[in-house]
Every structure is written in C-alpha cells, then in structure tokens.
C-alpha cells in the first residue's frame, strides 16, 4: 500500500514539473513593441501639434533625439532649437553636416534617446540572459522530479 502511494506521488510531481515546464516555455501574450496603425486618410489634429509642440520644446538644447517624419524615415541627432512651428536637430554623422529643419507638421514623434550606448546590445544580453536562466530552471525542474 505504502509504495503506491510513494509511486502514485512521484507521478504527481512528474506531471506537475512537466506542466511547469510547458508553461516555463510557451510564449506569452504580452510584447514589448507597441505597433502603430494609422488610418487612411486621418490627419494629425492640431491638438495633437500643439501638443507635440509643448512636449517638443520643454526638451532641453543639447539632448539627443529621434524624430521620426510623417513621410517615413527618423533622423537622429542633438536637439539645437524647438519653436512651435519646427524641431531643429544636429544630425550624428561621421563628417558634419548643417542643422536640419523639420516642421512640425511633418513630424511623428520626437523621443529622448540615451547616451549611453546602444539599446539593442542590452535588449540582447538580457535576452540571452533569461534564456539561460529559465533552461537553468526547467533543466533543475526536470532532474528534481526525475531524480526519485
């Protein structure tokens, strides 16, 4: 009697180490990259301007930005000037190019970027990083339940 019970546990723990793991390696629902939809034929309000145009020049001279234009395409580089009619942007190029002018009517989005290094590189490292953690884990889940 006692050892179908012992036996009957061990299949318990199995079975729940293995839903642990499956559940460990599904995908979740959740993504970290917002998609933009844009209607056809809707136009930026001028609410939406005149907001951009706050947010704009409340930036402090000198901080690096992305402004990404209506038109398609980003430009990169040191906020100079921002009026509530147009972003003035210092591109980062290897030889050195005037200030461009862009209005705002035909920007997107303006974002602050850090200064500190490619965000992409870190995207990465910490990728790989809770990857090995969990195949650590789901590894240490199935020697336990197996090791009976």
Do not use: W
Request: overall charge positive; proline content about 5%.
């Amino acid at each position: 009697m006692r050892n179908e019970e012992d036996n009957m546990l061990k299949n318990v723990r199995r079975a729940v180490s293995l839903m642990m793991c499956t559940m460990l390696v599904a995908p979740g629902c959740a993504t970290t990259r917002a998609t933009r939809a844009q209607m056809p034929g809707h136009s930026t309000a001028a609410a939406d301007q005149s907001m951009l145009a706050e947010y704009v020049q409340k930036l402090a001279p000198g901080s690096a930005v992305r402004v990404e234009r209506t038109a398609g395409g980003s430009l990169r580089g040191t906020l100079i000037k921002a009026t509530d009619r147009s972003v003035v942007v210092q591109s980062r190029t290897r030889l050195p190019e005037p200030p461009v002018e862009v209005a705002l009517t035909d920007v997107l989005s303006v974002t602050p970027e850090s200064p500190r290094g490619s965000n992409f590189a870190k995207a990465i490292a910490a990728g790989a990083a809770a990857g090995a953690g969990a195949a650590l884990g789901i590894f240490l889940i199935l020697v336990a339940a197996y090791s009976d």
